[in-house]
């Protein structure tokens, strides 16, 4: 990518931040992008079922798919309809689950 392209692209991330202030992280598959929300709790907490499962395999991409779907403002549509840029974009939505740290300590 030249100097030129870095900075057309740094642009228009910007002018879709100032039309939807709600938006806190992008995702991007192949040059297509998709502009997300934070995650809310309910998704997070559905997201870490699927991700915990005790006993059984993990649902990885149905869990970042849910984050993705959830947390969607705006973008490439071809990142929600297509299912080989579905896939990719869910594996890394499922970074999004952050959480604090926190401990539990007998007093």
């Not at 870490?48 to 005790?54: A, D, F, R, S, V």
């Not at 297509?82 to 939505?93: F, I, N, R, V």
């Amino acid at each position: 990518m030249t100097k030129t392209q870095e900075k057309e692209e740094q642009a228009r991330h910007k002018a879709m931040k100032e039309k939807h202030p709600e938006i806190e992280h992008l995702v991007e598959v192949e040059g297509k992008f998709g502009y997300l929300k934070k995650i809310d709790r309910a998704t997070m907490e559905i997201a870490l079922g699927k991700l915990q499962k005790i006993g059984q395999d993990a649902e990885y991409i149905y869990a970042g798919e849910l984050i993705l779907l959830n947390c969607w403002v705006t973008g490439d549509e071809c990142i929600r309809n297509d299912e080989d840029y579905l896939m990719a974009a869910s594996l890394q939505c499922n970074a999004l689950i952050e959480l604090k740290q926190a401990s539990l300590k007998k007093i």
